[in-house]
């Protein structure tokens, strides 16, 4: 699945797992897509190499920019967000 999304946050959590502290970069966004969207923000789940892509200090910056997404997994994050995870079709910084 597609999705034409605009970037409102770059941000991460950090937890305490049985292995010890994991670090995640979560990237959120707001579907731009036309026809049906979705009513809520997502959080994008970024692996550590596309987290590289994005520059960390310049999170205002990447606010309003729009980015394509193609996702593989969606699932229930803290508090019952919607998480998904995939790959970075699009971005231009």
Same mark, same amino acid.
Do not use: C, H, M, W
């Given at each position: 699945m597609q999705m034409?999304? !605009?970037i409102v946050e770059m941000g991460t959590e950090t937890?305490? +797992?049985k292995r010890g502290q994991v670090k995640m970069h979560v990237l959120t966004l =707001?579907?731009?897509s036309e026809g049906v969207r979705l009513k809520? *923000?997502?959080?994008f789940i =970024? *692996? !550590?190499e596309q987290a590289g892509?994005?520059?960390t200090q310049e999170n205002g910056k990447l606010s309003g920019k729009p980015i394509e997404v +193609?996702?593989?997994e969606i699932r229930a994050g803290f508090g019952n967000r919607l998480r998904v995870s +995939?790959?970075?079709v699009a971005f231009k910084l």
């Open positions: 034409k999304a !605009e937890y305490q +797992g =707001l579907d731009r809520n *923000t997502v959080d =970024l *692996t !550590e892509k994005f520059p +193609g996702i593989n +995939g790959s970075i």
